[in-house]
T-cell receptor, first 111, second 114 residues
Framework: KQEVTQIPAALSVPEGENLVLNCSFTDSAIYNLQWFRQDPGKGLTSLLLIQSSQREQTSGRLNASLDKSSGRSTLYIAASQPGDSATYLCAVNTGGFKTIFGAGTRLFVKA | SAVISQKPSRDICQRGTSLTIQCQVDSQVTMMFWYRQQPGQSLTLIATANQGSEATYESGFVIDKFPISRPNLTFSTLTVSNMSPEDSSIYLC???????????FGPGTRLTVT
């Protein structure tokens, strides 16, 4: 059974700092991995999608990597801003859109 | 990409009543899903909404409690029946297009049952 774990559960950093959010999964047989952002009481915004054959994806200040063999993905946020404060969710698609979500990392960027 | 809207955005309901949540996608999508997010927790898949046929429910969720319709490729409804305070959650509609495998989410419906 696929399980997705995100570490840390919460993170507080000063503005401008570079940071890394971690996601691990127990079964390497995945179709893709997606990182989402969720603001309090809101829906999910897709940040990056990494297909199982890819190693990384970049969008602006965000970079996500995928190492299927070790069951890990990281989301790198460069030069963090207060507007980046949100919960970041990692989601693993095991095929047939059986998507398993991690519990999320709550990020707070202090001005 | 797909833009998803949900109605209502929030509601406060009495115990024992039912609420129907609507989900509209701006483009034809292959797959539509309904998720629940209980307070302080991550997302749990309730069911896959199949066009023109019965939804496929995940373990722990049943049709009598969460009836789902999907009359066409861009619209789906989820009903939360005979509500109890334990049903207080955010309910999220999701859509995906086969090929990329990317999922998109609606803004969610925040339900409070008193």
């Amino acid at each position: 059974k696929q399980e997705v774990t995100q570490i840390p559960a919460a993170l507080s950093v000063p503005e401008g700092e570079n940071l890394v959010l971690n996601c691990s999964f127990t079964d390497s047989a995945i179709y893709n991995l997606q990182w989402f952002r969720q603001d309090p009481g809101k829906g999910l915004t897709s940040l990056l999608l990494i297909q199982s054959s890819q190693r990384e994806q970049t969008s602006g200040r965000l970079n996500a990597s995928l190492d299927k063999s070790s069951g890990r993905s990281t989301l790198y946020i460069a030069a963090s801003q207060p507007g980046d404060s949100a919960t970041y969710l990692c989601a693993v698609n095991t095929g047939g859109f059986k998507t398993i979500f991690g519990a999320g990392t709550r990020l707070f960027v202090k001005a | 990409s797909a833009v998803i809207s949900q109605k209502p955005s929030r509601d406060i309901c009495q115990r024992g009543t039912s609420l129907t949540i609507q989900c509209q996608v701006d483009s034809q999508v292959t797959m539509m899903f309904w998720y629940r997010q209980q307070p302080g927790q991550s997302l749990t898949l309730i069911a896959t909404a199949n066009q023109g046929s019965e939804a496929t429910y995940e373990s722990g969720f049943v049709i009598d409690k969460f009836p789902i319709s999907r009359p066409n490729l861009t619209f789906s409804t989820l009903t939360v029946s005979n509500m109890s305070p334990e049903d207080s959650s955010i309910y999220l509609c999701s859509a995906a297009v086969e090929g990329s495998g990317e999922q998109y989410f609606g803004p969610g419906t925040r339900l409070t049952v008193t």
